[in-house]
Each structure stands twice: as structure tokens, then as C-alpha cells.
């Protein structure tokens, strides 16, 4: 609803408009997909955050310290689409999370999966992309920019991490070695 301020004075009336009623920035399906990815951001939280707890179960500190803070970090990615979408006058939703359902054996299958879920978000992203090319929302292919880094960042940080292990190896002293170097690691070391 168009709203209207009137001066004490009654010198000028000023009217502005909600947000609602804003020029819409994104199209409908931009918005279902970026609502999409939102979500996925933070179902990607809870997958590491509840890797973090099956990793300090198994007394592996550093491991469970380095999926907590991505867990907090995808969280933040969750925030940027969120606030963007809000940013264009159109509405984030928020939709149902999936319980993340972990299947581990060893810290080899927390790095082995997590490489595979961030390929999979690294294709969500480029999917998302090419949306923006097709309808030409220039603003939205350049916001989604960071994303694109983001991932690049994200797939080789899981991948060293896998290479790390299969040099060192999980024998003996090797699983000790690798939880620490993995504790010590930053996110985007
Ligand atoms: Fe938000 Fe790890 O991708």
C-alpha cells in the first residue's frame, strides 16, 4: 500500500512506497532458485556441523575444530544470498532442511564427502549462473561472482586436504599427524 507523511507544518507530503512495491529486480525463477540455494547453504551448516560432532566423538580435535568453523562459514554464505534477495525487494524464504544424514567410517570419508557435496554445490552455483546469462540479470550474474571464487576455493581446500592423507596414510602416527594439520589449517588457507 502506497503510504503518505504529511509535515506537522502541512508544508510538504511525502509518499514513498513499500518495498513490495519496488520494481521487481528478479524474475520468478531466479528467486525460487536463489530460495533454493539459500537453503542448500544451510543444509551444507548442519552437514559439517554435525561431521564436527562425529569427528571430536572419535577424539579427533583439530578435524572437529575445522568443520565447525566451515559449518559457521556456510552459514555466512547463507546470509549473503539472503540479504541479496531482500536487497532486490523481492522475499527469501526459507524452506525445510534435510536432517544431514552422515555415513563415516574414517576422517578419509569426512574429506571424500565433503569434496563431493561442495562439487555439488560448485554445480548448483554454475547452474544458477547460466540462469542469470539466459535472462540477462547482469546484477545477479555478478553478484553470484563471489560464489563462483568461493567454490573454486572450496573444492581445492577439500581436495589438498584428501591429498594429504593419501600421502601421509592413516597408519600409526598418520591419523594423529593429519587431524592436527587439518586443525591448523584455516578455511581458505
Ligand atoms: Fe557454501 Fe561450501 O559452499
Request: hydrophobic share 40%; charged share 25%.
Amino acid at each position: 500500500m502506497k503510504k503518505t507523511i504529511t509535515c506537522i507544518c502541512g508544508s510538504y507530503v511525502y509518499s514513498f512506497i513499500t518495498k513490495q512495491q519496488r520494481k521487481k529486480m528478479l524474475s520468478e525463477n531466479l528467486l525460487k532458485k536463489l530460495n533454493t540455494q539459500v537453503n542448500l547453504e544451510f543444509y551444507s551448516s548442519n552437514l559439517y556441523l554435525q561431521m564436527s560432532a562425529w569427528a571430536d566423538n572419535k577424539g579427533l580435535s583439530g578435524t572437529a575444530r575445522f568443520l565447525r568453523e566451515h559449518a559457521a562459514e556456510e552459514m555466512q554464505h547463507m546470509h549473503k544470498i539472503f540479504d541479496y534477495i531482500q536487497d532486490t525487494g523481492a522475499l527469501a524464504e526459507l524452506g525445510t532442511i534435510d536432517k544431514p544424514e552422515i555415513n563415516l567410517d574414517n576422517i578419509r570419508d569426512v574429506f571424500e564427502q565433503t569434496y563431493e557435496h561442495e562439487k555439488f554445490i560448485t554445480k548448483q552455483i554454475n547452474d544458477l549462473v547460466d540462469v542469470t546469462l539466459q535472462e540477462k540479470d547482469f546484477s545477479t550474474f555478478n553478484f553470484l561472482q563471489w560464489y563462483v571464487s568461493e567454490q573454486h576455493e572450496e573444492e581445492k581446500l577439500f581436495k589438498s586436504i584428501l591429498d594429504k592423507i593419501d600421502i601421509i596414510g592413516l597408519d600409526g602416527r598418520g591419523l594423529f599427524m593429519i587431524d592436527r594439520e587439518v586443525g591448523n589449517m584455516l578455511v581458505h588457507a
